[in-house]
Every structure is written in C-alpha cells, then in structure tokens.
C-alpha cells in the first residue's frame, strides 16, 4: 500500500506564493500519474494539476500560468508551485497518485494539507 505525505500548506496573502510537496513512500513500477486536486468551501473536489512519468503536465484552467508542478527523477516526489494566489485558492490540496495496473486503476491520496489566501 503506497502512502503519500503532502505538506507545504499554509496562510498567505493574496498575490503571493506557496510550494507544496508530496512524497510518495515508494516508488511507483506501473505506468502512473501524481497530481494535486483541492477541496474548496462549497464546491467539489477539483483537479488542479497532473503530471506523468514522462514530464508530461495537465492543469485546471483556473491556475493556468499560476501554478507549476513538477517531479523528481525517481518520480515518487511531486511538487506544485502556486503563485500569483487568489482568495479562491483557499481550500485543501490533496495529493494523488494513479496506477495503471494493467486494466485497473488504482488511486492513492495523501492526508491533505490546509491553504489559506487572505485578501
């Protein structure tokens, strides 16, 4: 069972930047993707940014050219750098990781960790 630790969350004023991390507690041997998806006040769960095995990145439109995810070489680390922060980027980030394990996907997430932009 992959385990995920996401930290990095914090309060911050509105316009400024956070760097959230998550580690995952192995490194992952099928075709996989991590990510960050955010929980905010009153809305569903929402897909913030993906990257895969190959460098590949998907972002939610709402951060588009404010955000930034990256991963290290052995790829069990993910990083989001979020800039440019608005009000409504309040909520809580989860990390995740999917696996493709033949025909299954199957998905880990992390504990979650808190973001708070003050206007």
């Known amino acids: 069972q992959v385990q995920l630790v996401d930290s990095g969350g914090g309060l911050v004023q509105a316009g400024g930047s956070l760097r959230l991390s998550c580690v995952a507690s192995?490194?992952?041997?099928?075709?996989?993707?991590m990510g960050w998806a955010r929980q905010t006040p009153g809305k569903q769960r929402e897909e913030v940014a993906s990257i895969g095995l190959l460098g590949d990145t998907h972002y939610g439109d709402s951060v588009k050219g404010r955000f930034t995810i990256s991963r290290d070489k052995p790829g069990n680390t993910v990083y989001l750098e979020m800039s440019d922060l608005k009000p409504e980027d309040t909520g809580v980030y989860y990390c995740?990781?999917?696996?493709?394990?033949?025909?299954?996907?199957?998905?880990?997430w992390g504990q979650g960790t808190p973001v708070t932009v003050s206007s």
């Open positions: 995740h990781l999917y696996e493709l394990r033949g025909l299954e996907l199957i998905e880990f």
């Open positions: 192995e490194t992952s041997l099928w075709v996989n993707r």
